[in-house]
């Protein structure tokens, strides 16, 4: 998906990756070649972050985005007992646990910055990506792609936020299910002034073929076949595919062993 929209030419001078964890591993492989800025608050992955990122140009940001300026604490916790999986700012201090943080708004932190647009923004933080969003309010019009995971629950809300900040929905991937009952994908939008594209209106500027209309399991199919499998690690997987990250790198299961495509 992310070879597809760079492919067609969807604009991207800087990723803007928040909630990065050890890596984004799916964004390195797609765009090795520009600035990651790496917001990360849980200091327990920047020996790792630090450790992937080295032959790149990065720029990794102890802190947590939100919509304002401040301190903030940090809740960390393993759902299945061993490394963390998930983390989020809390209202207060209620127990020894949490963590002391550094908060920020995004707009705010870009507006000191001279790093090359148009940006494409990552949200993976638990629950937090309204607020964080809502901190973004300056810097929507240099945004040309946004990804962000969606539960059930959420779905609607931060879909319709973005509907009304100027972007439309491009894709809806990484399906994923808890005992057999829909949990969360991940949502990709693309800014508006960027769907003059033809090749992101193929019903209009395209001529119909059938060989062109398959479904989700007939396309990952097709594109499986031609992929070359890239190593960066024993752990890496293809990575040319509309999925959103690739089946074995599948969000919520890396997040439960504990974090995109």
């Given at each position: 998906?992310?070879?597809?929209?760079?492919?067609?030419?969807?604009?991207?001078?800087?990723?803007?990756?928040?909630?990065?964890?050890?890596?984004?591993?799916?964004?390195?492989?797609?765009?090795?070649?520009?600035?990651?800025?790496?917001?990360?608050p849980a200091s327990e992955f920047h020996d790792e972050l630090r450790?992937?990122?080295?032959?790149?140009?990065?720029?990794?940001?102890?802190?947590?985005?939100?919509?304002?300026?401040?301190?903030?604490?940090?809740?960390?916790?393993?759902?299945?007992g061993n490394k963390i999986s998930h983390s989020w700012l809390v209202?207060?201090?209620?127990?020894?646990?949490?963590?002391?943080?550094?908060?920020?708004?995004?707009?705010?932190?870009?507006?000191?910055?001279?790093?090359?647009?148009?940006?494409?923004?990552?949200?993976?933080?638990?629950?937090?990506?309204?607020?964080?969003?809502?901190?973004?309010?300056?810097?929507?019009?240099?945004?040309?792609?946004?990804?962000?995971?969606?539960?059930?629950?959420?779905?609607?809300?931060?879909?319709?936020?973005?509907?009304?900040?100027?972007?439309?929905?491009?894709?809806?991937?990484?399906?994923?299910?808890?005992?057999?009952?829909?949990?969360?994908?991940?949502?990709?939008?693309?800014?508006?002034?960027?769907?003059?594209?033809?090749?992101?209106?193929?019903?209009?500027?395209?001529?119909?073929?059938?060989?062109?209309?398959?479904?989700?399991?007939?396309?990952?199919?097709?594109?499986?076949?031609?992929?070359?499998?890239?190593?960066?690690?024993?752990?890496?997987?293809?990575?040319?595919?509309?999925?959103?990250?690739?089946?074995?790198?599948?969000?919520?299961?890396?997040?439960?062993?504990?974090?995109?495509?």
């Open positions: 998906m992310l070879r597809f929209l760079r492919g067609v030419g969807i604009p991207v001078g800087t990723i803007i990756d928040v909630g990065a964890r050890e890596e984004t591993l799916e964004l390195r492989q797609a765009f090795p070649d520009l600035r990651h800025i790496l917001f990360e450790t992937n990122y080295a032959s790149m140009d990065y720029v990794l940001v102890p802190a947590a985005l939100s919509d304002e300026e401040g301190r903030g604490y940090l809740r960390k916790i393993a759902i299945d209202d207060e201090a209620s127990d020894g646990s949490l963590e002391t943080v550094t908060t920020m708004r995004l707009d705010s932190f870009m507006s000191t910055r001279d790093d090359a647009k148009p940006y494409l923004l990552k949200l993976d933080v638990d629950g937090l990506e309204i607020p964080i969003m809502q901190g973004s309010e300056g810097i929507w019009d240099d945004v040309s792609c946004v990804i962000l995971e969606a539960t059930i629950a959420s779905f609607a809300e931060r879909m319709n936020y973005l509907l009304a900040k100027g972007f439309k929905l491009f894709d809806i991937v990484d399906h994923c299910y808890y005992y057999g009952m829909f949990s969360q994908v991940d949502l990709v939008f693309v800014a508006e002034k960027h769907w003059e594209n033809p090749d992101l209106r193929p019903w209009e500027t395209k001529k119909f073929t059938w060989e062109q209309y398959v479904h989700v399991a007939e396309f990952e199919a097709i594109v499986q076949k031609s992929t070359i499998v890239q190593k960066s690690t024993p752990e890496s997987t293809p990575v040319e595919t509309r999925r959103f990250p690739l089946p074995g790198l599948k969000f919520w299961k890396r997040r439960a062993n504990t974090g995109l495509f």
